[in-house]
C-alpha cells in the first residue's frame, strides 16, 4: 500500500468516526447544526478524496450522501430516527467501500445490493428532478447578469479551463489524469489538447516530473466553485484558470497573457478547440496590448479588476473566506494535537527504560563511593530521570472515552436488533491508561457489553411484570484505584442465576458433588472455558466462548476480571487493569538468595518482625496486625529458595482491591524504578509472576504478579484441604 | 532443428557436472560439538549465536527444573535451559567449563533467544552427510524425536541434536503450564 493511500485510509477511519459521533448526537438533539456541518464535511472530504484517488465506487456514492445531506443542512429535509438510521447505515457502507478500494478489491454482490438499497432510500428524499431545475435556473440567471454587463463576449457556450501543473506534481503523489477523470462527473469534456512545449531534450527529460499542461473544453451545469473544487487537491501545485461559459475577452485575453507558452499558440488552440473564433482572439490580443499600456499608467489592484469584470463568481468568493475561517480552526487544533508515529514513541520509551536502568547503576555505585557532591548531583539527576520516565510514559497514556464511546453505537444498533430499549450511560471517561492497553480492551468489552445486553437485560415484558423501569441501563464506568484502572460494566437486568450455573457446571464437570461454592465463586464459574447457560444461541453471544476469552484477553494484559450479581438487580462485571505496560515502581525484597520486586503500587505498608514475634515456620499461616487478621504467605518455602542466613523476617502487607495478604521475605531492599523486560513465550504463562527487570547490578530480579499469587495460595489451600479431607475419607472406609 | 535438439539434451548433462563439482567442493555441515553428562552431542551451528561464560543465573518460581533461570544477555532477559535435564540425564554442578549456548529460535514468527546449560563445548566439525547415520530407534537414551542423525567420527557416533525440537517453544512452554497446574 503506497503511503498517500495509506494516510487516506486514515483520515477516512477518523472522519467516518467524527461522522458517527455527530450522527448519534443528532439523534438527541436533531437541530444541532454543528452535528450536521460535520457529518457534511466528514462526507465532502470523502468523496474529495476518493475522486483525487480514482475510487469511482466511494465517490458516487458519497456523493449521492453529501447531497441529502445538503438539503439537511439548508433544512430541507427533517431529521427524524429514520434518516438517522439510513445514513448511518451508509457510513458503514464508505467505510467498506473505502477498505475495500485502497486494498484494491472489487466490491461484492452483497456490497452491490447494499448499495443499491441504500441509495434508492437517499434518493427519496432528494426529488432528484427538482435540483436539477433549480441549478439550471441559477445558472442562466448568472449568464443574463454577464450578459448586461458587457456586449464583448465570447460565444462559445462551454467552460474554459487551462491546467498547467508544477513539475514536481507527479512527485507529491498526485495524478493528473485523475483529476480529469473526477472532472468528468461534472459534465462532459469537449475538447482537450495537450500542451508538451515545456518538454525537455529526451537527455533532460526526468520521468518523475510532468511536463504536461491541459486545455480544456467543458461543457457543465456545475458552477465555478464546484469546478475549482474537482482541483482542491492540486490547487497549490498548478496553475489554473476557470473561465465561464461567455466570458468576457477580456479574461481570455488575460489567460493567455499568463500562460508561459506563446501567445499565439494559446490563441491558435483556443480557435482550434472551438473556444474562440479568429475575431475574438485578434480582439483579445489587442485589449492585451492596450492593458499593457494601461498598466504603466495606473496600475489597478487585481482584485478589484476581478470585481469590476464580475470574472469572480459571489460564491467563489464566499468559498475562499470560508475556507479561510475552517482553516484558521484546523490550525489551532493542530496546534495543540501533533500525530507521532507509535514506533517512534516505543523506541523513545524503551530508551528511557534503559536510561532508568543505567541511572540506578550509576546511583549504585555513587552511593558506594561516598562523595558527598557526587551523590547530591546524582540525586538531583535521579529526580529528572524519574520525571522524563512519566512523562514519556504519558506520551502512551490516552483517555479511555473514545474506547468508550464506541459502543454507543453498538448499544443503538444491538438494542434495536433485540426489541429492547437499553441507555448507555457512562462514567469517567476521562480515566486516562496506556494505548496498548486501551486498543485491547476494545473486543473483552464489546463481549461484556453485548452479554449484558442479551443476557442480563430483560425483554421489556418482563421489565413491566417485574416493576421496573420499562428502559434498560448499561453502566460503563472507568476509575482509577491503588495503581490500576477499574473498568465496570454494569447492567440493571435481571442478574445472574445461581441455580442453572450450578446445574450447568455440573453438566460440564467444572465442579464436583457435593462440593460447596460461595454466591462469588458461583458467578465466576461464568469464566470458565466452554461454559454459558445460554438457552439459545443467538448471533451476539452465547456461544460460550465469550466470557473465557474475555478472561484470557484480560489476563494477558496482567488484569483480572471479577464478577458481582445480585438476582433481579444487575450484574455488574468488573475488570481490573495496570495503567501501564513498561515501567512500574518497584518494592526491592530478598527471599533466599534471589531478589525479587512487589509493584509498589500494591505494597501497603512494611512490618519488620521481633525475634519474640516471629511467625510460626511453614509455608503459610496468619498473624494479628492491629486486631485484624492478617493472612501471610512465606515466599522462601514457596519459592522453594534456600534458607536465610539473617534470622530476621519483614512482613510486606500487600492490597489488590478488597484483598490483603502478607508475604514474609528475608530483607526489605527499598523502592526503585524497573523496566518490566518480557520474559519471552516460554515464561509468561507462569501465574504468579508477571515479568522480570535488570537490577543495577546487572542481575535480574522476578516481579511478583501479587494478585495471581494470592488466587494461587488460594487455590493451593483449598486443593490441600480438600485432599486432605478425601485422605481422612479413604482412611475412614 | 538437429542443433537445437542436441541443444536441450546438453543442458542437463551440464547440471549434472555442476552437481558433481559441488558435491566433491561441499565438505558437509559444520556441527558444534559439547559435552553433556559425559556423552558428546552435536548442533547445526546455523542457529547458534553465542557461547557465554556459565554465571549464576535468576531462578524462576512455579518452573520445572529443565528451567534453570534467566539471565541478562545485553539487556535482555533470556531463558536458559538444563540440556541434561531436558534430555533426562543427571544434572550436574557447574564446573569451570560450564558454558551457556545461546541459539536464537523462532516461532509463529517471532524470534526468541534461548540459552542452553552444557558441561563443556568441544569444537567445531565439519560432518559430511554421508557420514550420518539415521537415528536408532532405541538405545540412545533420549527421545528419538530430538535427534537429526548420528554423526560418524572416527568410528564413534555422536548424537546430532534437533534443536528445533529439543528446544521447541511451543513444547517448552506446555511444559511449564503442566508443571504449573500440577503443582497447584
Known amino acids: ?536 444461541v443467538t448471533n451476539l453471544s452465547g456461544r460460550g466462548v465469550g466470557m473465557d476469552v474475555v478472561r484470557r484477553n484480560i489476563e494477558a494484559l496482567r488484569g483480572s476480571v471479577d464478577v458481582d450479581s445480585k438476582e433481579n438487580e444487575g450484574t455488574t462485571i468488573s475488570i481490573r487493569l495496570p495503567l501501564t505496560l513498561a515501567i512500574i515502581d518497584g518494592f526491592l525484597v530478598r527471599v533466599g538468595d534471589s531478589s525479587y520486586v512487589i509493584p509498589l503500587d500494591m505494597v501497603n505498608e512494611c512490618i519488620e518482625l521481633e525475634e519474640g514475634e516471629q511467625a510460626e515456620p511453614g509455608m503459610h499461616g496468619y498473624i494479628n496486625l492491629r486486631d485484624e487478621v492478617l493472612p501471610y504467605l512465606r515466599l522462601r518455602n514457596y519459592f522453594d529458595e534456600p534458607a536465610s542466613t539473617t534470622g530476621l523476617e519483614s512482613i510486606v502487607v500487600v492490597k489488590y482491591g478488597t484483598n490483603t495478604a502478607g508475604f514474609v521475605v528475608d530483607e526489605l531492599l527499598g523502592e526503585l524504578q524497573t523496566v518490566i523486560k518480557p520474559m519471552g513465550k516460554i515464561l509468561q504463562n507462569v501465574k504468579g509472576i508477571s515479568g522480570a527487570t535488570i537490577l543495577g547490578s546487572g542481575n535480574v530480579a522476578i516481579i511478583l504478579d501479587v494478585p495471581n499469587l494470592i488466587v494461587r495460595a488460594t487455590q493451593a489451600e483449598t486443593s490441600h484441604v480438600i485432599n486432605k479431607a478425601s485422605d481422612e475419607n479413604v482412611l475412614l472406609h | 532443428m538437429s542443433e537445437i535438439m542436441s541443444a536441450v539434451e546438453n543442458v542437463p548433462s551440464l547440471t549434472e557436472t555442476n552437481e558433481l563439482v559441488a558435491k566433491t567442493d561441499d565438505t558437509g555441515t559444520k556441527y558444534l560439538t559439547f559435552k553433556v553428562g559425559g556423552e558428546l552431542f552435536g548442533a547445526e551451528i546455523n542457529n547458534i549465536s553465542e557461547i557465554i561464560e556459565y554465571s549464576d543465573m535468576t531462578r524462576v518460581p512455579f518452573t520445572p527444573p529443565h528451567i534453570r533461570g534467566v539471565s541478562n544477555l545485553r539487556g535482555n532477559v533470556v531463558p536458559i535451559i538444563d540440556l541434561a535435564i531436558r534430555l533426562g540425564k543427571k544434572p550436574g554442578q557447574p564446573t569451570k567449563r560450564t558454558c551457556i549456548i545461546i541459539v536464537e529460535m523462532e516461532d509463529a514468527g517471532e524470534k526468541m533467544d534461548i540459552g542452553f546449560v552444557v558441561d563443556e563445548v568441544d569444537e567445531v566439525l565439519d560432518i559430511h552427510e554421508d557420514d550420518i547415520e539415521p537415528a536408532p530407534q532405541f538405545g540412545a537414551d533420549i527421545d528419538s524425536a530430538y535427534i537429526n542423525g548420528m554423526g560418524k567420527l572416527n568410528g564413534k557416533f555422536v548424537i546430532l541434536l534437533l534443536l528445533e525440537q529439543v528446544l521447541s517453544i511451543s513444547e517448552l512452554s506446555q511444559l511449564i503450564s503442566d508443571y504449573d497446574l500440577l503443582q497447584s
Open chain 1, 1 to 536: 500500500m503506497s503511503s498517500p493511500e495509506e494516510t487516506f485510509l486514515l483520515e477516512c477511519g477518523e472522519l467516518l468516526t467524527s461522522m458517527e459521533d455527530a450522527l448519534l448526537q443528532m439523534e438527541s438533539s436533531p437541530a444541532d447544526s454543528d452535528s450536521i456541518n460535520s457529518i457534511f464535511r466528514a462526507a465532502h472530504t470523502i468523496k474529495g478524496t476518493g475522486g483525487v484517488f480514482g475510487f469511482d465506487d466511494v465517490e458516487s456514492f458519497t456523493h449521492v450522501v453529501e447531497n441529502v445531506l445538503d438539503k439537511v443542512r439548508d433544512n430541507e429535509i427533517d431529521v427524524d430516527s429514520q434518516l438517522i438510521a439510513i445514513l448511518l447505515s451508509c457510513r458503514d457502507h464508505i467505510e467498506i467501500l473505502v477498505n475495500k478500494a485502497v486494498a484494491g478489491e472489487d466490491i461484492n454482490d452483497d456490497d452491490k445490493d447494499i448499495d443499491t438499497d441504500l441509495r434508492s432510500g437517499l434518493n427519496k428524499y432528494l426529488d432528484v428532478p427538482e435540483a436539477v431545475e433549480n441549478n439550471l435556473e441559477v445558472a442562466e440567471e448568472k449568464h443574463t447578469v454577464e450578459f448586461e454587463s458587457s456586449g464583448s463576449m465570447v460565444i462559445s457556450d462551454n467552460w474554459h479551463i487551462s491546467l498547467r501543473f508544477d513539475k514536481d506534481v507527479l512527485q507529491n503523489g498526485m495524478d493528473p489524469l485523475s483529476f480529469m477523470r473526477y472532472l468528468k462527473n461534472l459534465g462532459e469534456i469537449v475538447h482537450v489538447t495537450t500542451l508538451y512545449d515545456d518538454f525537455p531534450k529526451l537527455e533532460d527529460f526526468d520521468p518523475e516530473l510532468c511536463y504536461l499542461g491541459f486545455e480544456i473544453d467543458f461543457s457543465s451545469e456545475a458552477d465555478k466553485e464546484q469546478i475549482e473544487q474537482v482541483f482542491e487537491f492540486v490547487r497549490d501545485m498548478c496553475v489554473l484558470h476557470i473561465l465561464p461559459p461567455r466570458a468576457h475577452i477580456a479574461h481570455y485575453s488575460e489567460v493567455i497573457q499568463s500562460l508561459p507558452e506563446d501567445d499565439m499558440r494559446i490563441g491558435e488552440i483556443l480557435i482550434a478547440s472551438g473556444v474562440l473564433t479568429k475575431r475574438e482572439l485578434d480582439e483579445a490580443l489587442n485589449k492585451q496590448e492596450k492593458s499593457f499600456q494601461a498598466e504603466n499608467e495606473n496600475v489597478t489592484p487585481i482584485g478589484e479588476v476581478l470585481v469590476e469584470e464580475k470574472v469572480v463568481h459571489e460564491e467563489v468568493v464566499n468559498a475562499a473566506l470560508n475556507k479561510q475561517n475552517t482553516n484558521k480552526i484546523i490550525k489551532s487544533t493542530e496546534q495543540t494535537v501533533l500525530r507521532v508515529d507509535a514506533d517512534k514513541l516505543d523506541s523513545l520509551i524503551n530508551l528511557v527504560g534503559e536510561l532508568v536502568i543505567s541511572g540506578a547503576t550509576t546511583n549504585m555505585l555513587v552511593n558506594k563511593s561516598g562523595d558527598e557532591q557526587l551523590i547530591e548531583s546524582m540525586s538531583s539527576m535521579s529526580r529528572l530521570v524519574e520525571e522524563i520516565r512519566d512523562n514519556a510514559l504519558n506520551l502512551r497514556m490516552v483517555q479511555i472515552g473514545e474506547t468508550f464511546n464506541r459502543f454507543k453505537r453498538v448499544v443503538r444498533d444491538v438494542s434495536k436488533e433485540l426489541g429492547k430499549d437499553i441507555k448507555l450511560n457512562i462514567n469517567g471517561a476521562d480515566a486516562e491508561l496506556d494505548k496498548t492497553v486501551v486498543e485491547k480492551i476494545g473486543d473483552p468489552l464489546m463481549h461484556l457489553i453485548r452479554n449484558s445486553m442479551d443476557h442480563g437485560i430483560e425483554s421489556s415484558a418482563d421489565r413491566v411484570a417485574s416493576g421496573k423501569d420499562i428502559q434498560g441501563n448499561v453502566w460503563l464506568n472507568a476509575y482509577h484505584d491503588s495503581g490500576s484502572i477499574v473498568i465496570e460494566v454494569a447492567d440493571d437486568g435481571r442478574g445472574l442465576n445461581r441455580d442453572k450455573i450450578l446445574t450447568k457446571a455440573h453438566e460440564k464437570g467444572l465442579i464436583s458433588d457435593g462440593q460447596v461454592l460461595t454466591d462469588h465463586e458461583v458467578y465466576r464459574l461464568i469464566f470458565e472455558a466452554g461454559f454459558s447457560t445460554a438457552e439459545t
